[in-house]
């Protein structure tokens, strides 16, 4: 099994910035795909962003254009680059892995985002 851990949340402002990672416990060159989940009070865990081992990205269309999924092998970790934010990405954000594509996800235990005036 992979261990994640997740830090970089708090409270920010809206339209500020936020950097979020997961270190894993193992290369993440063996992972077959990373990401980001986020769940806020009362909501169902929503898909945030994926990255592959190959280096494919996908985004929920609410982030598209303010979120950046990537990586740093070396260091085995995985950030969540997150501008212009708003209130409503206010959540609790979770790091997942998968070791293939039909395995089962691997969870971290999440790091809380506050953005609020």
């Known amino acids: 099994q992979v261990q994640l851990e997740e830090s970089g949340g708090g409270l920010v402002q809206p339209g500020g910035s936020l950097r979020l990672s997961c270190a894993a416990s193992?290369?993440?060159?063996?992972?077959?795909?990373m990401g980001w989940y986020r769940q806020a009070p009362g909501k169902q865990r929503e898909l945030v962003a994926t990255?592959?081992?190959?280096?494919?990205?996908t985004y929920a269309d609410s982030v598209k254009g303010r979120f950046t999924i990537s990586r740093d092998n070396a260091k085995m970790t995985v950030y969540l680059q997150m501008n212009s934010l708003k209130p409503e990405d206010t959540a609790v954000y979770y790091c997942?892995?998968?070791?293939?594509?039909?395995?089962?996800?691997?969870w971290g235990q999440g790091t809380q985002v506050t953005v609020s005036s």
């Open positions: 997942t892995a998968k070791r293939s594509p039909w395995a089962l996800r691997a």
């Open positions: 193992e290369s993440i060159s063996s992972i077959y795909s």
């Open positions: 990255i592959t081992n190959a280096g494919s990205t």
